[in-house]
């Protein structure tokens, strides 16, 4: 693992236990991510992207393997520290863009900031901070709203302001625009973009081929096992990017 | 494919639907055990009078000749019929267990054989007493009191010279003498062991007594009639009796209030549930109507789907139901029958009644479908409340941590819910804290004036000393000289007066009354409390009740004629008042008024006043000695005085029933707290997985589930404390009007018991509920957020 792998994983298995059925998930799931980098992880319907989002984010148990994250090993946390890092280090982005439905847009926004430790902020500094990733997100207007007040794109971008408010390690989307129209998925990819050049380390799944070619790699997963790595050169026009990626994705039997 | 849907519906929401069952199991326990219990007490003295074989008129006299009595009655215009029944008089020292007094009763106790009773006796279990094994005997009234017996027990009866031991066979409840306020205990024996005492000749000589059960077509005429029989310790008509229920009477009445609100708690959990499982159900609901299916058949599911999860659990509510039912009542009904014929008929109505509520809220709830096209019911099933705002209170704004601010949200933004919850647990509040204030009130100087007493420092109320003076070893003034010199003797100079009873026969425009008069030589008139008029001033004014006045059709001003000791003169009525010595049927003597010391036949109490005045904590070191000067454990303060007056046993039921209805409501508390919470897992699981997923521990998101629950029941409790003395006068004002205190009573409300120590408990019931309940948010990973729809 080199200084700059804020994401490893080794050998990683996960398997479900339904009606006495043993289902494995995720079979020897090895790769790495490193700092700075917007991963995609693609596949078809049921080849266990989520699940690999969710296992080397510590949000659901390994079975067997190995994962480090910015050098800790996920398996050797408990349920409290595992809960810390999601708070402190990690940021999350829903496919449903879950909200609290008794907050408002910035309340939601901030929650994470309020509960967590890591910075000791003022109520006003921490409002501050909110609004400040609300107004560069475009959204500075809906602050006060309830979360049914809003479009799917603005809730969506409020997702991303909820996501990075504790200044995360790394953010994990799972298939962040998959409930959105074009234009909103456009828009949220192009805030997604911007994070990234800007350092963030993004993970995220999408079965959106143009989604995918905003991204640095590419990890096609099959049946559990990654089948392939696409690298993807970003001075190419998108246009390109695209067509490149499509072509792999048939070889890889998309 | 319905019958499908219903079975899917049924697996899938396994969680909901076994607590929508939980709460038609409470309803219908609650519905059918509390109609129960109110019709068995708004029936109850009428069908216990009916079923006892009760008299209109009860005479007890102790004659030697009865028969002479039994002439009398015979000849009196307004008597249709008597029944006689012969016994035998012993006192509290008369009866032993294992050498021991045992029991302390300041009046007569009678015994009498099982082959004589002239009214219907019931044991434990609500059947007549027909028979007495020999060697065995049932107890009734006062003697039960502060005693426990059990099956097997002995006891010893001596009368005259001769002494029997009796095998306790069990309660006797008897309806003539076996109120609370009755203390005149009865023991119902074998015909053969009550000859054996009666053959006694001592027996035959002073133990001698009988009881007429009287009737007659007109109740005033015949008391009137009945005013001037001879010899006797009891005399009068059925609404006394039935006025000593009044503490039973209480009781039960408070047993309906708690049953009322049982079925108003019920019902509005059950509403509550239903709305909000069908609330849940609005997107299920769209997907039916797209694809095709018709409104009926979509609501016919629904009401198929609640009347099966009614039918079952009102089943299992009607046999739940009777063993709660008893429960309930077996705490009134130790010492009077309390029952209804048709309790199962009535279970099954009210069993049948629930699932036709229910019925009738699922088609309530579920009109809404009618109107909602399949988009608006999908859209409606994504929020439930898509356009409704939400959210009154600012994070960034609020100084609250995350858990606080989150639990204090909520608890604002769904007011219904919560407010539903909160009132419950402000009524359950209020019932425990009304009982609290009428138990304690019941025993506080705040009822003195009530007793016709003045305020004292200490009290001896020793039945033995009593005796003296009613058996006449002794005179009032003796007694009271005696007590006062051994007191003096022993280092605690006093003055000691009684407030005597005096029997005379009171007269007015041809109305005849035997009312208790209060007299005493050592006090003014004018140191007691009168509602009308003034106090007398002379020998020949008097003061009288309300509801003495009432009976002779006498007033402030009027003359009427009292006959004492076969004297009679005329004295003017100057003043009303209230009181509960007697139920009411009192009148006072101004203190200059000659009454010889033979017409006081009873006396409250010995009232000791010390020269120095001490202060509370010297009089209760001095109640310690006094007791051991005199060697009798009954000498009390004022509070202690007044509850001797009221009866012991009355303070316990009351204390009795205080303590189940607290039980109660903190089971019913504990109850609703679990299946609430279980319910706002279940709704709220998406929000409960993404905050594990932001990074909340499992602990932060149960603290902040049962803080909820925690400010519910702390508004309650605030709610409750402003609301329980204006509640309780409310209530319980026409009760003690009932006793004859027509004007009201002032409560003694003692502020840590009822302001924190009820609050407290029930809060903490509340809390205990929520956080085992939401130990089950242990199942809900922070990876949930994948699988939510």
Known sequence: MSKNTILEVKDLCKTYIINKRQNNVLRNVSFHIDKGEMVAVMGPSGSGKSTLLYTVSGMDKMTAGEVKFCGKSLSEQNENSLAEMRLDDMGFIFQQMYMMKNLSIIDNIILPAVKSSKKKESRKEILRRGQDLMHKLGISEVGENDINEVSGGQLQRACICRSMINDPQMIFADEPTGALNRTSSDEVMEELTKLNSEGTTIMLVTHDSKVAAKCSRVLYIVDGNIRGEYNIKKEQPLHDRERGLNNWLMEMGW | ?789
Not at chain 2, 201 to 212: D, G, I, L, R, T
Not at chain 2, 401 to 423: H, R
Not at chain 2, 516 to 532: G, I, N
Not at chain 2, 640 to 653: A, L, P, R, Y
Request: aromatic share 8%; net charge negative; charged share 20%.
């Open chain 2, 1 to 789: 494919m319905f019958l499908r849907i219903l079975k899917k519906d049924l697996k899938r929401k396994k969680t909901m639907n076994i607590i929508l069952l939980l709460f038609v199991i409470m309803a219908t326990t609650f519905a059918a055990s509390s109609v129960n219990n109110i019709i068995a007490v708004m029936s109850g003295l009428d069908n216990y009078f009916e079923k006892a074989n009760m008299s209109d008129h009860f005479i007890i006299s102790l004659s030697k000749d009865p028969d002479a009595i039994e002439d009398m009655l015979s000849q009196k215009p307004n008597v249709s019929d008597f029944r006689t029944e012969k016994q035998l008089v012993f006192h509290d020292n008369d009866l032993t267990r294992n050498g021991e007094k045992f029991s302390e009763f300041s009046s007569i106790g009678l015994a009498l054989s099982v082959d004589n009773a002239q009214i219907n006796y019931f044991n434990k279990d609500n059947e007549i007493i027909k028979s007495v094994p020999q060697g065995k005997a049932y107890l009734t009234g006062c003697i039960l009191n502060r005693t426990h017996f059990e099956s097997g027990d002995e006891i010893q009866l001596k009368i005259g010279d001769t002494e029997l031991t009796l095998e306790y066979a069990g309660i006797g409840k008897d309806a003539f003498l076996g109120s609370d306020m009755m203390t005149n205990p009865r023991i119902i024996m074998n015909n053969e062991d009550y000859e054996k005492l009666a053959a006694d000749e001592k027996a035959q000589e002073n133990n001698s007594a009988a009881v007429f059960y009287i009737n007659g077509p007109d109740a005033k005429a015949l008391e009137s009639d009945l005013s001037d029989i001879p010899d006797t310790v009891l005399n009068v008509g059925i609404s006394v009796i039935r006025t000593s229920y009044i503490m039973n009477t209480i009781v039960a009445g408070l047993l309906l209030i708690v049953s009322v609100c049982l079925i108003l708690v019920s019902f509005v959990m059950l509403r509550f549930t239903i709305s909000f499982t069908i609330n849940e159900e609005f997107r299920e609901i769209g997907v039916m109507k797209a694809l095709g299916l018709k409104n009926r058949s979509v609501r016919g599911l629904f009401l198929v789907k609640y009347l099966g999860i009614a039918a079952i659990g009102a089943v299992i509510g009607f046999f739940l139901s009777i063993p709660f039912g008893n429960m309930l009542l077996s705490s009134v009904s130790r010492k009077m029958y309390l029952g209804s014929d048709s309790s199962a008929a009535v279970g099954v109505l009210c069993s049948l009644a629930v699932v036709l509520v229910i019925l009738a809220f699922c088609w309530r709830c579920t009109r809404k479908i009618k109107k909602l096209s399949p988009i608006d019911a999908v859209r409606s099933g994504q929020t439930g409340e898509r356009f409704k705002k939400k959210g009154l209170l600012r994070l960034g704004k609020s100084k609250l941590g995350a858990t606080g601010f989150l639990a204090l949200n909520d608890v604002f933004s769904s007011p219904k819910q919560f407010g539903i919850m909160t009132v419950i647990f402000t009524v359950c509040l209020l019932l425990v804290m009304c009982l609290a204030n009428t138990g304690n009130t019941l025993a506080s100087r705040k009822l003195l004036p009530l007793m016709c007493s003045t305020d004292s420092d200490i009290y001896i109320t020793d039945t033995d000393m009593i005796m003296e003076v009613m058996t006449g070893e002794t005179t009032v003034t003796e007694q009271c000289d005696k007590i006062e010199k051994k007191l003096t003797d022993n280092g605690l100079p006093c003055s000691v007066h009684a407030e005597g009873l005096v029997a005379p026969t009171v007269e007015f425009k041809g109305n005849k009354l035997s009312p208790t008069f209060m007299y005493c030589k050592d006090t003014k008139a004018s140191e007691y409390s009168y509602s009308e008029g003034y106090a007398p001033k002379y020998s020949n004014e008097i003061a009288l009740t309300s509801s003495v006045a009432e009976k002779l059709e006498a007033g402030i001003g009027d003359k009427v004629n009292i006959t004492i000791d076969g004297k009679t003169d005329e004295y003017i009525v100057t003043a009303l008042f209230q009181s509960m010595v007697k139920l009411g049927e009192t009148g006072r003597f101004h203190e200059s008024l000659e009454v010889p010391d033979s017409a006081v036949s009873q006396v409250m109490g010995f009232q000791i006043d010390f020269d120095d005045s001490p202060d509370e904590e010297e009089i209760n070191s001095r109640i310690s000695r006094v007791k051991d000067i005199f060697d009798t454990k009954y000498v009390d303060d004022t509070d202690g005085f007044v509850m001797s007056c009221i009866g012991e046993g009355v303070k316990d039921t009351i204390n009795g029933v205080k303590v189940f209805v607290l039980l109660i409501t903190v089971i019913i508390v504990i109850m609703i707290s679990v299946l609430m919470e279980r319910s706002f897992i279940s709704k709220e699981k998406p929000e409960i997985a993404l905050m594990k997923a932001m990074g909340f521990k499992s602990r932060s998101v149960r603290r902040q589930h049962t803080l909820r629950f925690l400010i519910s029941a702390a508004i309650a409790a605030v709610l409750a404390i402003l609301l329980s003395t204006p509640v309780t006068k409310l209530c319980i004002d026409p009760i003690f009007g009932i006793m004859g205190a027509l004007d009201g009573v002032e409560y003694n409300i003692k502020p840590v018991e009822v302001f924190a120590v009820y609050p407290v408990i029930i809060a903490a019931a509340t809390v205990l509920g929520a956080y085992l309940t939401a130990m089950y948010m242990k199942t809900i990973k922070a990876s949930d957020t994948s699988d939510i729809e």
